[in-house]
C-alpha cells in the first residue's frame, strides 16, 4: 500500500502555486482578456483627463497603479472561482494540503500575474504618457513587485471570503479598495519618483512604507487565512 | 464660574458617565439576552435622562459658557460635538477590535453581537463627526473637503468599516459571518495606523495644513463634559444594538421550530466552538 | 488489518450534530462503527447522509458532539484524520481544466508520494483512463468523471474510505467496476463507508447499516 507522508510547507507551496500557474496557462485566454483590460484602462484616462500631455505625465504613476488595481480585482476574484467548481478546495484541505500553504501559493500566484501584467504595462505608459524611467529600470521593477505583492496579500484573504457570499463582485473591491490605500499611495508615490527623479531623496520613505505594508499583511494573511477556509 | 462649580462639572460628568457604563454593561449581562426576564426599564430611564442633562450642560457649555476663539470666532465651537465624535468612534473600533480577536480565540455568540454593535454605532458616531468636520471645513479652509489628513484617515477608515457591515449583511452562515467578520475586523484595525501614518506623510508633502487642535485650557471643561455625555449616548446606543443583534443570533442559530423536538440546547453560544 | 479488541473503533460518532445556517442537517447523532466492519448509509435526499460524509472526512466540523475516526478526534488532529480517511462525493474536487493525469499528480505530490509519476499512471490505468489521461478533465463525461474521482480516492489509500453515491452517473459496466474496486478496497482492509440508493449494491457491501431520517438515526 502506498504510504503518504507530510511534506514541508515550503514542498507544499511550490506544488500549489505550479498548479495555480498550470491552470493559469491552460486558460490563456482569460489571461489575455485581462492584459487587454488593463491597456484598455490605462488608454482611457488619456481620454477622461484630456489631451493635457504633461498632466498626462505627471500623472503616469498614478494611472499605472490603478490600471493594475482594477485588473488585481478581476484576477484575485478569479483565484478563488476556479477552486469553487467542483468544491477543489475541500479536495485540497483535505489532501491534506497546510491552509497557510494554501494561501502563500494564492496571494505568490497572484503577485506573478500582477507583476507580468504590470511588466507589460510600463513600456505601454511610457509610450502613452511620453514618460521616461529616470532612475533606470532596478527601482522601477522593485517597486513593481513590492506593489503588487501589498495587493496581493490582503486581496488574497479577501477574495477567498468574498467568494462565498453574496455579491461578491462588488464586496471584494468594496473591501479592498480602502485597506490598500496606503499602498497605492506609496506605490504610486514612489512610481512618479523613479520615473521623474528623486532629488529629495523621498524614495527610501516609501519603499519602507510598502515594506512595512507587505509585512504586516502577508503576516497577518499567513495567521488569519486557515481560520478563513476551515470550518 | 466659581472653581468649585468647575471641579463638580468636571467629577460630576465623569462619574455620571462611568456609572453609566457600569451600569451598560451590567444591563448587557442581565438585561440583553433574549430570555432575560429582569425589568431594566427604570436603569434605562435613568440612564437617557442622564445623557440628555449632561448633553444639555455640554451644550450650554459649549455655546454660552466658553469664550470666543480669538482667530476662528464662534465657528471653532462645532469641535465640542466633532472631537467627542470622534474619539467616541475610535472607542468603538477598539471595541470591535478586542471582540474580532476573542470571537477567533473563542466563539461565543456573545462576543458576535457585540463585535457588530460596535461597528455599527462607530460607524454612525464616525459618519456624524465626520459630517460636521466638513461642515466646520468650509468657513475654516472655505472648502468642505480639503484633504486634511485627519478627516481624510477618517474617511478611509469609516469606508473600511461600511465594507466590514456590508460582509455582514452578504454572508447567511452565522458560523461563517462570525469567523470572516472577524478575520476582517482585526484586518481594518490594523490598517488604521497605516492610513493615518501615510495619509499624513502625502499630505505633508504637499503642504503643511495642520488641523488646530490645541484647546485653550478653558476650553478643555466644555470638551471634556461634553466627551462624557457622549460616552453615555455611546453606552445606550451599543447596549440596544447589543440587544438587537443578540436576538438576531438567537433566532438565527436556534430558531426552535427549526429543532426537532428533542435535538439539542444550543442556546448556550459557549458552547458552539467554530473550529 | 485484523480487528483486534484494544483497537479504537473505525468510527464513532458522539451526540454530532451539525446547523447549515438556520437549518439543522444532523441532530443528536451517536453511532459507532467497529473495526473490521463497513457500514451503508441510507436514508432520503436530505437526510443528512452528505452532511455526515463531510464530517467525517472532516471538510466541516460538527456543530455539537465529536467524530472519531480510528479514535482520532476529527477537529482536534484533523490532520491525522485526513491522512486517514479520503471522500468520493458528488463534487469530484478534480480540476476542470487540468488533465486527468495533472490532476492526480498535484495530489500525489501533496501526499508527497515517492513517486508521483508511477502511482498517476498505475491508478489511471486501474480505473480505465489510461488513454484519456492527457484529455482535459471538462471534456469528460459524468462516468469519466466518476471513474479519476475514485482514482484520487485510492491515491490517498485511506484506513477509512467514505463514498457517497458511488454508483451515481456509472453505465451498468461502471457499477461493476465500482463494485469490484469497493470489494478490493475491503479485501484489503480498509473500513468502507457508503452511501447509496442502490440499497441492493449497498447492502451486499457492507455488513452495518444506519438510516438517516432529517439528520437523525432511526431504525430501517
Request: glycine share 8%; charged share 15%; net charge positive.
Amino acid at each position: 500500500m502506498r504510504r503518504s507522508r507530510p511534506i514541508s510547507l515550503l514542498k507544499a507551496v511550490v506544488v500549489l502555486l505550479g498548479k495555480d500557474l498550470l491552470i493559469e496557462w491552460r486558460t490563456r485566454a482569460r489571461l489575455n482578456a485581462l492584459i487587454f483590460f488593463s491597456l484598455a484602462t490605462l488608454l482611457l484616462f488619456s481620454f477622461a483627463v484630456g489631451p493635457d500631455t504633461k498632466l498626462l505625465a505627471r500623472n503616469a504613476g498614478g494611472y499605472l497603479w490603478l490600471a493594475l488595481l482594477f485588473a488585481s480585482v478581476l484576477a484575485l476574484g478569479e483565484s478563488f472561482r476556479v477552486e469553487q467548481e467542483n468544491l477543489t478546495l475541500d479536495g485540497l484541505r483535505m489532501a491534506p494540503a497546510d491552509a497557510r500553504a494554501i494561501f502563500l501559493s494564492k496571494a505568490l500566484g497572484n503577485t506573478v500575474l500582477l507583476v507580468g501584467l504590470g511588466a507589460l504595462l510600463i513600456p505601454v505608459m511610457i509610450a502613452l504618457y511620453g514618460v521616461k524611467v529616470t532612475l533606470g529600470a532596478g527601482p522601477m521593477l522593485g517597486i513593481l513587485a513590492l506593489g503588487c505583492m501589498a495587493v496581493a496579500a490582503p486581496g488574497t484573504v479577501y477574495s477567498a471570503i468574498a467568494n462565498n457570499a453574496r455579491a461578491r463582485d462588488v464586496l471584494l473591491p468594496l473591501m479592498l479598495f480602502p485597506l490598500i490605500i496606503p499602498a497605492l499611495l506609496a506605490a504610486a508615490k514612489a512610481t512618479t519618483l523613479v520615473l521623474q527623479g528623486d532629488p529629495m531623496n523621498q524614495l527610501g520613505s516609501w519603499s519602507g512604507l510598502l515594506i512595512g505594508f507587505n509585512l504586516i499583511y502577508w503576516g497577518l494573511g499567513f495567521v488569519l487565512f486557515p481560520r478563513v477556509i476551515e470550518d | 464660574m466659581s472653581g468649585l462649580m468647575n471641579a463638580v462639572l468636571q467629577y460630576g460628568s465623569a462619574a455620571a458617565a462611568l456609572v453609566v457604563v457600569g451600569l451598560g454593561i451590567r444591563l448587557g449581562r442581565k438585561w440583553a439576552p433574549v430570555d432575560s426576564q429582569m425589568d431594566a426599564r427604570p436603569m434605562l430611564v435613568g440612564m437617557s435622562v442622564a445623557a440628555l442633562v449632561l448633553l444639555a450642560v455640554g451644550g450650554w457649555l459649549g455655546l454660552v459658557w466658553s469664550p470666543q476663539d480669538r482667530e476662528m470666532g464662534d465657528v471653532y465651537r462645532i469641535i465640542y460635538v466633532h472631537v467627542p465624535a470622534m474619539w467616541m468612534a475610535m472607542l468603538t473600533l477598539v471595541l470591535n477590535f478586542a471582540c474580532c480577536v476573542s470571537y477567533l480565540l473563542k466563539a461565543n455568540w456573545k462576543t458576535d453581537a457585540l463585535a457588530e454593535a460596535s461597528a455599527e454605532v462607530g460607524l454612525l458616531f464616525g459618519g456624524f463627526g465626520l459630517v460636521l468636520g466638513a461642515i466646520w471645513g468650509r468657513p475654516t479652509w472655505g472648502v468642505y473637503w480639503d484633504w486634511d489628513p485627519r478627516l481624510t484617515a477618517m474617511a478611509i477608515m469609516l469606508v473600511t468599516y461600511t465594507a466590514y457591515m456590508a460582509l455582514r449583511r452578504f454572508v447567511e452562515d452565522p458560523d461563517k459571518r462570525a469567523v470572516w467578520s472577524s478575520v476582517v475586523g482585526i484586518i481594518s484595525f490594523a490598517n488604521l495606523p497605516i492610513v493615518w501614518f501615510s495619509v499624513k506623510w502625502w499630505r505633508s508633502l504637499h503642504q503643511v495644513q495642520s488641523t488646530p487642535k490645541t484647546v485653550d485650557p478653558e476650553m478643555a471643561l466644555s470638551l471634556r463634559v461634553n466627551a462624557w455625555a457622549f460616552l453615555i449616548l455611546l453606552t445606550l446606543f451599543l447596549l440596544h444594538r447589543y440587544r438587537i443583534a443578540l436576538a438576531t443570533r438567537e433566532a438565527e442559530v436556534a430558531l426552535p421550530d427549526a429543532l426537532p423536538p428533542d435535538a439539542p440546547a444550543s442556546r448556550d453560544g459557549n458552547s458552539t466552538e467554530v473550529a | 488489518m485484523e480487528a483486534s479488541p484494544a483497537a479504537p473503533p473505525a468510527l464513532a460518532l458522539h451526540d454530532v450534530s451539525k446547523r447549515y445556517g438556520r437549518y439543522w442537517a444532523l441532530a443528536r447523532l451517536s453511532y459507532t462503527l467497529p473495526q473490521g466492519r463497513s457500514l451503508l448509509l441510507t436514508g432520503h435526499n436530505g437526510s443528512g447522509k452528505t452532511t455526515l460524509l463531510r464530517l467525517v472526512a472532516t471538510a466541516h466540523s460538527p456543530t455539537h458532539g465529536q467524530v472519531e475516526v480510528q479514535g482520532r478526534d476529527t477537529v482536534k488532529e484533523r490532520d491525522a484524520v485526513r491522512r486517514e480517511v479520503a471522500l468520493l462525493s458528488h463534487a469530484s474536487f478534480l480540476y476542470e481544466d487540468l488533465t486527468a493525469w495533472q490532476n492526480l499528480m498535484v495530489l500525489a505530490r501533496l501526499l508527497g508520494l515517492p513517486s508521483p509519476e508511477d502511482a498517476s499512471g498505475e491508478l489511471l490505468t486501474k480505473v480505465g483512463l489510461g488513454r484519456r489521461s492527457s484529455s482535459p478533465v471538462r471534456q469528460f463525461s459524468a462516468g469519466m468523471r466518476k471513474r479519476l474521482a475514485i482514482a484520487r480516492l485510492l491515491m490517498k489509500a485511506p484506513s477509512l474510505a467514505l463514498l457517497d453515491e458511488p454508483f451515481g452517473e456509472l453505465d451498468p459496466a461502471g457499477i461493476q467496476d465500482m463494485e469490484r474496486i469497493i470489494g478490493e478496497l475491503k479485501d484489503s482492509g480498509v473500513t468502507v463507508v457508503l452511501a447509496t440508493h442502490l440499497i441492493e449494491q449497498g447492502l451486499s457491501l457492507c455488513e452495518e447499516r444506519l438510516h438517516l431520517q432529517e439528520g437523525r438515526a432511526v431504525a430501517a
